[in-house]
């Protein structure tokens, strides 16, 4: 009986099986593909080539992400002849930029909200939180006409930073004040009782019990600033400037096909996150849930 309910349990899941391995592929495809393109050493997107008349062996053979030769000849190219290692240590500098100022800004404005009673404490978190409901690209000409005609910081990394910085405060601040509020009063009071100065205690004491909320800020803050292309189009317009996401549309644009280029860069500019993210990925779950429950 025992081995009979085994078995019709593992036919019941069946189904279920078969439906997650048919979205599992249908999600890694693209991916798949991109890496085909990549490592296949040409610029077209057919990576087979069909023949005249071609068969169903060969109809699926075109569609399936495996090169017919291997080779590492557009990544050489991309580094080699393209100024895409420029255009990565720019992204770089502006990500760690915006990480280290965003992260310090939205850790002493979260621990504000959460700590003290101050006029205007609930319209700030309100305000914080309506920003989010508007799309980035409505703030574009206003921040335009402040950082390239007011301040003079078009295309220059520093202006870029400060952009970045600004917009991702509001979704920092919630996600921090979150968790500020999970650490309990008590041990500031004790610190205090001990002659510590309020500014101590948030280094030495509440910053270190944070370091999840912070490691998850900071992630989704280089993320953005890494990954991010409206912005930087627009703020930057002399090539030596351009960010990675700028400089790989140049691959694919009007005049220009170069999908193994561009597949190529794709997969080098994806590097650094997927390092980080698996660097940081134990303080992921603790983060985001604490993060994400009041009291």
Same mark, same amino acid.
């Given at each position: 009986m025992a081995l009979f309910s085994e078995r019709r349990e593992g036919i019941s899941h069946?189904? !279920?099986?078969?439906?997650?391995?048919t979205f599992t592929l249908?999600? +890694?495809?693209p991916i798949l593909w991109v890496v085909s393109l990549a490592f296949s050493g040409k610029q077209s997107l057919a990576i087979a080539t069909l023949p005249e008349n071609p068969t169903f062996w060969d &109809? !699926? &053979?075109?569609?399936?992400p495996w090169p017919e030769t291997f080779s590492v000849s557009n990544f050489a190219s991309v580094m080699a002849d393209q100024p895409f290692a420029r255009w990565m240590l720019n992204s770089a500098i502006v990500a760690i930029g915006t990480t280290v100022l965003g992260v310090f800004?939205?850790?002493?404005a979260a621990y504000a909200f959460s700590r003290f009673k101050f006029p205007g404490q609930r319209a700030g978190m309100m305000a914080f939180l309506v920003s989010q409901m508007f799309p980035g690209t409505l703030m574009l000409i206003p921040l335009y006409i402040i950082l390239v005609q007011w301040l003079g910081l078009g295309s220059s990394r520093l202006g870029l930073i400060i952009v970045y910085a600004t917009t =991702? +405060?509001?979704f920092s601040v919630w996600m921090l004040k979150g968790y500020f509020d999970t650490i309990p009063k008590d041990l500031e009071e004790a610190a205090l009782m001990d002659g510590a100065s309020p500014g101590r205690i948030f280094w030495s004491i509440i910053l270190p019990l944070a370091k999840p909320a912070v490691a998850v800020t900071a992630l989704f803050s280089f993320m953005t600033a890494w990954n991010e292309f409206i912005l930087a189009a627009t703020f930057m317009d002399q090539e030596a400037m351009y960010t990675a996401p700028v400089g790989l549309r140049f691959f694919v644009g009007g005049f220009s096909q170069q999908w193994g280029y561009f597949?190529?860069? =794709?997969? +080098?500019v994806s590097v650094p996150v997927v390092f980080l993210f698996l660097f940081l990925q134990k303080y992921l779950v603790s983060g985001l849930t604490a993060g994400g429950v009041k009291g």
């Open positions: 069946l189904p !279920l099986h078969v439906v997650l391995v249908f999600t +890694i495809y &109809r !699926l &053979r075109a569609v399936t800004m939205a850790c002493t =991702s +405060i509001p597949a190529a860069g =794709s997969i +080098i």
